[in-house]
Every structure is written in C-alpha cells, then in structure tokens.
C-alpha cells in the first residue's frame, strides 16, 4: 500500500524534556488525569477539510503546499486523500475524524452525481475505520461554498436553495449515522445577511428554525441517536451571522423551542472574532448545559478574520480545560482540531509539527487545570467572593424568598457598605505560577 507521509514514523511519548520536533513531550495518551486517560479527556479529531484538502491559497496567492497527492484530480484525488487521511492520523496517534461532503467527494455535474460520488468514497472511509479503529466524531455539509448558496441556505430567498440543501445535509446525516457518527453540527456558513434592504430577518429565521427541525426529525427517524450541534461565530462570510454567539444561538433556540435538541460546537477563533475569550464562550455553554464539543485553534489578535491558526496559547488551553473538567467530561463531543498550517509551513512534516504542537499544548493545558480545580484556588476564592449570598438577605434573594420592598428596608438600615477587592492580578499571577510548575 502506497505510503503518502514516508519516512515520518508513528510519534511517540518523550516528556518535556526531549528536544525532538517529532515527539509528544506532554500528550501521554494513557496516563490518567482526573480519573480517566487524557487521550478520554480530548478525544481529538482531525478536520478534513484544512488538513486534507487545504492547499495553502489566500486571496493574494496560489496554493504553496507539497501533498504527495498533488497531481490527482477528481474520484482519484478523493479516494488519495482518504488513505492519506488515515495513515496521518494513525501516525499522529488521532482517534477521530470530522468531514464535510465537500471535503470527501467531489461536487459531480449534478445533484444525483454528488450523492453518488459520495457512496463510493464513505465505503472506502468504512474500510479504513474497520483497518484502524478510527471514528468518526461529526459529520456536516457544505452549504456555503457553492454559487447557489450566495445568498444562504437554509436561509436563502429561493426555496430551491433551501431544498437542495436540504437534499445535502439528508445524506451527509444518512453517511453520518453510518459511519457511526456521534455528532451532527450545522455551522451557519451564509446563514446571516449584508444589508436590511432586501432581507425578511423574520422569515429567513423562521426557515432556519423550520430546517433545523426537519433535520433533527429526519436523523432520528433514521436511527441516529448522536448529539446535534450548532457551531456560532459571528462574521464572515456575511456580516451579521444568526449564530453570532452562544448567547444568540441561545435565544434562538429557546425562541424556536429547538433548546433540547441541539448543544454549541464552541470555536476558540470564532469566539475571539466576537470579541469574546475562548473560556467566556465554553463558560457560558457550560453553565447553560450546552457545552457538547469544541474546535481547537486559535485567531490572531492583529487580524480580524478567522486565520484557524493550530493552537499554542497554554493560557487559553488551559482555561478550557478548566471548564471541560468542570463540564464533567466533553464527550460525546471532542476537540476538533480545526486548524491549518501556515501558508508557509508547506512541508508534510511541518503538518505533523503542528498537530504535535497543538496536542501538546492542550495536554499542558489539562495538567495545569486539573491541578487548578483540585487544590480549589480559584473556586476557594469565588466561593468566598460570593458568600454574603449564603447567609441573610443574600440567602433570601439566592432562595427567591424576599422583594424589593423588604431589600429597600434593609439597604436603608445597612447603607454603609464596604467592598472586597476582586484581586484580578493575583488570581492570573497564580494560574501562571501553575503553569509554570506543572
């Protein structure tokens, strides 16, 4: 069988003490953190699209990166990059994968072609997950990227659009649940709009909400029991996103009682894009009991687009770690490591760096946390913050128990008051001296 990464070796555990580029030095996929594997704790994916099909093209260049299936076009370069995929992902030591259809068949000529494409390439995608064990973490469709859906999907002026959408998540929702699948997101791509002018907000929400319903029904009359997910971000490609944020995506969900049937696939980029910190984005799913996976990357801060960078922020690893711990676990979501190599890192090793990189810093990240919740430095300190809620009239307002009446009274008679100091450098002078030592 053809070797489509040769000479780059299966990637070990050296400890943070080795100098190898081609070697874990904090990822020990089976030592035990917090009661389970830490490999349990992440259940990393590979995204299929920035990883296999991303060539390294910007609005200013041509593609710069060096594949050894260059040259291949069409059901050919498809079927490649399938072998390529699995062998990357059994050297990288990667359980799980993400796809859009786009990402693993080619468009065809029509519809019916597309579909067909499709069933010939995920026979040889169950091929490769029965060789090596491998999963499929989520599946979702490429509804933004064609011409016909320049105006939206689901949310599109022409009810074609919406149908031949439709048509695709139907089948990628029927290859999800095949594959085993045990997520479905739906990312907004188009579904947003540029201008007032000519936009019905209130129809094109109402079609949203009816097409996330069809979905949802179609994939349980089909068997599939996974979890479905909405992924938020706030622009690009249009400049007012419906699933801006978690916050947004909330009220939609509870407006459209869709709120039980669909949990937030959080983005580190997205969230900074909209002006929000990775951890205020997990933070909010969490304590909103919607938190069902994540996408592993990062932005940077200089540029305001989303530029899916492999994660190297150990602060920020860290702090979603804490918030993972503190979710109970991510499962049966995971983190998607939807992320590309620079345009000029072009190398394959230089892809096999950055996986190792981000996996890495995620592993520093769950180390710190861990020791972070059970020495309880933060929490000892929030608890404190926050106790004049646990005795007297903060008992009554926590309890519902008292009304403006009574609180009236009771400012009047304690008018004086004295505040504690929040102590935010301290708090961020600690995480860092956890960094720092474990």
């Given amino acids: 069988m053809r070797e489509y ?11 943070k003490d080795s100098t190898n580029p081609l070697a874990f030095k904090y990822y020990d996929a089976n030592r035990i953190v917090a009661g389970k594997k830490m490999k349990d704790h992440f259940r990393f994916a590979l995204s299929y699209w920035h990883t296999l099909t991303g060539d390294g093209n910007d609005p200013f260049g041509q593609p710069t990166m060096e594949r050894s299936y260059d040259g291949l076009e069409g059901m050919a370069l498809s079927k ?8 990357l ?15 693993i068949a080619p468009e065809g000529s029509s519809l019916q072609e597309k579909l067909d494409n499709l069933d010939v390439i995920v026979e040889l995608i169950e091929e490769k ?12 469709t490429n509804a933004f990227g064609h011409p016909r859906f320049m105006h939206g999907a689901a949310t599109s002026p022409n009810a074609e659009v919406f149908a031949f959408a439709a048509a695709q998540v139907k089948k990628v929702l029927e290859i999800t649940h095949r594959l085993g699948g045990e997520n479905y997101v739906f990312w907004g791509g188009r579904e947003g709009y540029e201008t007032l002018l000519n936009t019905d907000v209130a129809l094109e929400n109402d079609n949203l909400a009816k097409f996330l319903r069809m979905a949802k029904d179609y ?18 490609p249009t400049k007012h996103q419906y699933d801006y944020d978690t916050m947004t995506v909330l009220g939609f969900l509870r407006k459209y009682n869709l709120i039980d049937d669909f949990k937030l696939n959080i983005e580190a980029n997205h969230a900074t894009l909209a002006g929000h910190t990775f951890q205020h984005e ?6 909103n009991g919607v938190l069902g996976s994540i996408d592993a990357n990062q932005g940077d801060m200089l540029l305001g687009w989303d530029t899916d960078q492999f994660p190297t922020n150990i602060y920020d690893t860290t702090m979603c770690m804490y918030e993972v711990l503190k979710n109970g676990g991510i499962a049966p979501g995971g983190l998607n490591f939807d992320a590309k190599v620079r345009r000029g890192s072009f190398k394959p090793e230089d892809l096999f760096i950055a996986y190792i990189v981000g996996m890495d810093t995620f592993a520093k990240g769950l180390l710190v946390a861990e020791k972070l919740l059970s020495d309880g430095v933060l929490e000892n300190f929030m608890k404190n913050r926050y106790a004049s809620y646990t005795v007297g009239i903060g008992k009554k307002i926590v309890e519902d128990a008292t009304s403006f009446q009574e609180l009236a009274e ?11 100091s929040g102590r935010q ?7 860092n001296q956890y960094i720092y030592r474990y």
């Fill in 5 to 15: 990464f040769a000479g780059m070796h299966k990637i070990k555990f050296e400890g």
């Fill in 80 to 87: 490649a990059r399938v072998e390529a995929a699995f062998e």
């Fill in 89 to 103: 992902m059994t050297k990288l030591g990667i359980e799980f994968f993400c796809f859009h259809d786009l990402d």
């Fill in 129 to 140: 997950m029965k060789e090596t064990d491998i999963k499929c973490l989520w599946g979702t």
């Fill in 219 to 236: 994939g349980r009359s089909i068997g599939f029991k996974g979890q479905f997910l909405i992924e938020p971000k706030p622009k690009e």
């Fill in 282 to 287: 997990l933070a909010l799913a969490r304590i």
């Fill in 410 to 420: 009771y400012a009047l008679k304690h008018d004086k008051i004295v505040l504690e």
């Fill in 425 to 431: 450098e301290m708090l961020e002078d600690i995480v």
